[in-house]
């Protein structure tokens, strides 16, 4: 859900209800202009949400997101990509060791400059940038 907050201050807001639907908490994530496109599950009973957020200094542009919250909406770690121009994470997987792996796309992933090219990015548990692998145009 986008937060309700002015533009260009705009962060993600998520929340857990019960099976009730009441809520049991609210948390803002992000940075300006933060969008998130999904979540997952991590293996330690937390989430991790996905998306993009703005750039403090190029506002147009938006950088690839990625957060670890605690099964209470608290912030572990977050990683944006700063660099990759217009660039999304839209899904992640937790692999067995701990590994974090991201699948996205960008304008300019391995140097190119035309066009939308996907990537996928490899995080250490601790959101530590561990690998990259720019893929083809697609």
């Known amino acids: ?3 309700p907050l002015p533009y260009p201050n705009a962060r993600c807001c998520i ?3 019960n099976d009730k639907a009441d809520s049991l908490w609210l ?4 940075k300006t202009e ?3 496109f999904g979540s997952a ?4 009973g937390g989430y991790y949400i996905f998306g993009s957020c703005g750039n403090v200094e190029h506002s147009a542009v938006q950088q690839a997101y990625l957060a670890k919250i605690n099964k209470n909406g608290n912030l572990i770690w977050e990683q944006n990509f700063d660099g990759w121009r217009n660039s999304n994470i839209l899904g992640i997987t937790e692999m067995p060791d701990g590994t ?6 960008t304008d300019n992933a391995g140097g190119h400059k035309n066009g939308t090219n996907s990537f ?3 995080l250490n548990s ?3 940038f561990k690998n990259h692998s720019p893929t083809n145009d697609y």
């Open 1 to 3: 859900v986008n937060s």
């Open 15 to 17: 929340f857990k209800l």
């Open 27 to 30: 948390q803002y994530y992000g």
């Open 34 to 36: 933060s969008n998130i």
């Open 41 to 44: 599950n991590s293996a330690d």
């Open 100 to 105: 974090i792996v991201c699948a996205g796309s």
């Open 120 to 122: 996928l990015v490899f």
């Open 126 to 128: 601790n959101g530590s």
